[in-house]
């Protein structure tokens, strides 16, 4: 017997199959949307740090990883670029603010940042004039156009935006990245009680090699708070713990999965015993009549992702703008590939009444 | 009844995939319903929890707190508009703070001591009174935030002690612990934490307003919308609610739980409809031999209902095992959502098992005489 019968079947009984590929379709959207939600929150927060082209991040220390907290003067400065490993040293800050936006009744959301080396995708610092800022492009969503001036904060000062960058927005807020200078200007206009003075930042980001961060935060005899770039990431306010219970939520549901295929090819396989019995008895083995079972599953998984795809593309559609939801191929490739495995691991389940079929039931029982 | 569990006993693997799946499904609704009211409670109890009829924030701030900043002014201004009583300023910001030995993060709250802004919630202890004292939410007392405890307010700017001296129910804001004290001492801690001197003024969050006795607080939203440039004011109820990342949190959710909610009737009901798929001989036979229609549909009742229950049974003990990993967000093991739930699937299960019902109330007896098998 070859595995034609398991695919005759799928093909001639389609409605055996439909209510499993319902379900499994509905835990697909699920999975995807979970997922999507994930990686738009992870994504969505993550990306201004993300884009740092540096190996570590270094916060004063009674900041607790926190850049609006955090300040580092110009002799703070001085003894991290003397600090063993380091070669390259740029500072960094970052103001959460409105910003009126030309032809637009809603202000946008818009994270002002300033910076010396360039994160990945934005231009060198060199190029911007005081007061011209390079956007994050989910601010186009928000009616920002190349060549507007947006006035930011309640104090209104004036960025002019000339040119795009992609993923670098921080905490859901569009970022636009401006030189020091113009990001001073701009938190000590906007927030008077947090101002920063003549060469002070928020934080460094450094370039150099070795033991990067503890060496610095020897260096300044722990007046500093290093951290690589990815444990910068996740000291983001909400990020780790968004991380653990999405992932918790999505391995859950990712074990429902296998227990649905599981029982529903175990149900399946039982009322095939019958049939099974008949095809060892023409000389079927047991391990090609399995082959079956997890081919028919990993049919109804795939046919089930494809439906769960295009829910989760029309919810997606669907939702207001304002949840963070962002399909990415990665997360696809994710849950089609676990919900293959779990059809996999679920089907096995019915292995043992496969192997226990015995050839000689076929006589005078089979129907 | 004898059947259904006659049933259950002879096949223990496939009611038990089917209690495992639904038990798996429901905890993650409690689960998931659990995240979200602790979420947004931590999240926002502090707006909740205040006395303020109306609060008004800078219209650039898109209802942030934290990105909010009331000019003196607009402050003026907003004083003037017929129906506000009082109007005062309401700050709030996160600070590094010393607490039992550790350094943590925790938000203050300042409001002027006896008008609009103060917390409503106190559980023990009493208000501030002077500078340097505070309200702590009950969720922190016993991580030094309790009454007596000093909390030390640090930054580039020095230090700052505050004495809690009053604990409240739901207090926190942005999942920290939170603290209320008078609008100068917030200043302060601003100050410290900016590394200013006192000479730098430091500007409220927002304008709490309490209305005047017999005004709607939603007419004073409006006038104040419509005399106030570069403000947007909210009812305390509205500014709970447009909170940013509350909306989104709840919708998001929302989208999730519907789908669970979807998806546990359809897998009963699935295995039910081929469970009845796979007894029609047997259910045929037992037609033939006198079983009445209604005994059969009763037993496979009774088996979706012992299903759904042996299934909740597992998701509260998954749901109250796995809420001990979230004390931190205030989340406490409640029966009640818990039962309300059960009850909930277990409807819709039993809705879902009437595609089920249907085919064993179609049962022919005579097939059972034809020998030309049965067709349920």
């Known amino acids: 017997m070859s595995l034609k019968l398991p695919v005759r079947e799928l093909r001639r009984r389609p409605n055996r199959f439909v209510v499993a590929t319902a379900v499994l379709s509905f835990l697909a959207t699920l999975l995807l949307f979970l997922g999507g939600l994930l990686d738009g929150l992870y994504l969505g927060s993550t990306g201004a740090l993300r884009a740092q082209q540096g190996d570590a991040i270094v916060f004063s220390s009674d900041a607790r990883e926190s850049f609006l907290r955090s300040r580092i003067d110009p002799e703070l400065r001085a003894t991290i670029e003397g600090a063993d490993g380091v070669t390259e040293v740029g500072g960094l800050g970052l103001s959460l603010l409105g910003a009126e936006v030309p032809g637009e009744d809603e202000p946008a959301d818009v994270a002002v940042a300033g910076y010396e080396i360039a994160p990945s995708g934005v231009p060198d610092v060199s190029t911007l004039a005081p007061g011209e800022g390079t956007a994050d492009r989910r601010l186009e969503d928000q009616g920002v156009e190349v060549g507007d001036t947006i006035l930011v904060g309640p104090a209104q000062s004036p960025i002019t935006i000339v040119g795009w960058v992609d993923d670098t927005s921080y905490l859901q807020q569009g970022t636009v990245w401006v030189t020091l200078d113009t990001w001073r200007a701009v938190q000590n206009a906007n927030r008077p009680d947090s101002a920063v003075g003549d060469g002070v930042v928020q934080v460094l980001v450094v370039r150099g090699g070795g033991d990067l961060t503890s060496v610095i935060d020897a260096a300044t005899g722990a007046a500093t708070k290093s951290l690589t770039i990815d444990d910068a990431v996740l000291a983001l306010p909400g990020v780790a713990q968004q991380n653990s219970t999405f992932n918790a939520i999505i391995y859950s549901t990712l074990t429902v999965v296998l227990a649905v295929v599981a029982l529903f090819f175990s149900l399946l396989t039982l009322e095939r015993l019958g049939l099974y019995g008949v095809l060892k008895a023409i000389g079927a083995s047991s391990g090609r009549l399995f082959a079956g079972v997890v081919l028919q599953a990993v049919v109804v998984s795939v046919i089930a992702f494809v439906v769960g795809s295009v829910l989760a593309l029309l919810a997606a559609l669907s939702l207001p703008a304002e949840v963070p939801l962002q399909l990415t191929p990665g997360r696809f490739v994710f849950t089609f590939v676990a919900l293959v495995v779990a059809s996999v691991l679920g089907s096995a389940i019915s292995l043992r009444k496969v192997l226990r079929v015995d050839p000689a039931s076929a006589i005078g029982t089979a129907s | ?376």
């Open chain 2, 1 to 376: 009844m004898f059947l259904a569990w006659h049933e259950i006993r002879r096949a223990k693997l496939r009611f038990g995939l089917l209690a495992g799946a639904v038990g798996l499904l429901v905890f993650l609704i409690l689960f998931q319903q659990a995240l979200l009211n602790g979420l947004i409670t931590q999240f926002i109890g502090a707006l909740k929890n205040q006395s303020a009829d109306v609060l008004v924030y800078n219209d650039q701030a898109r209802q942030n707190l934290e990105g909010s900043v009331i000019l003196p002014d607009q402050l003026a201004a907003i004083g003037e508009v017929e129906g506000v009583a009082v109007a005062s300023p309401l700050g709030e910001a996160t600070f590094t703070v010393q607490a039992d030995g550790a350094d943590t993060d925790a938000v203050l709250f300042g409001y002027v001591l006896g008008g609009p802004g103060e917390p409503t919630t106190l559980s023990s202890g009493r208000l501030p009174e002077g500078p340097a004292e505070a309200v702590a939410s009950a969720k922190d007392k016993d991580d030094g935030f309790g009454i007596g405890d000093t909390v030390t307010v640090i930054g580039p700017g020095g230090a700052l002690d505050v004495k809690v001296v009053g604990i409240a129910d739901e207090l926190n804001f942005s999942v920290a612990p939170t603290l209320f004290v008078d609008f100068d001492t917030f200043a302060d801690a601003k100050r410290i934490r900016g590394g200013v001197g006192p000479e730098v003024p430091v500007q409220p969050s927002v304008v709490a307003i309490a209305v005047a006795d017999g005004v709607d607080p939603q007419t004073v939203v409006d006038r104040v919308n419509a005399e106030v440039d570069g403000v947007e004011a909210l009812t305390r109820d509205q500014a709970v609610a447009q909170t940013p990342g509350v909306s989104s949190v709840r919708t998001s959710f929302g989208v999730i739980l519907g789908l669970f909610y979807l998806v546990v009737p359809l897998v009963t009901g699935l295995f039910f409809l081929i469970v009845t798929f796979q007894k029609a001989s047997a259910l045929t036979l037992l037609r033939a031999i006198g079983a009445s229609a209604r005994s059969l549909v009763v037993s496979l009742l009774v088996q979706v209902v012992a299903v759904m229950a042996i299934g909740s049974l597992i998701a509260f003990g998954l749901y109250a095992f796995a809420i001990q990993g979230f004390s931190s967000l205030g989340v406490e093991v409640e029966v009640l959502p818990a039962v309300i739930t059960s009850g909930a699937v277990l409807a819709l299960a039993l809705l879902t098992s009437l595609v089920a019902v249907r085919r064993v109330l179609r049962i022919d007896p005579i097939n059972a005489t034809t020998g030309a098998g049965v067709n349920v």
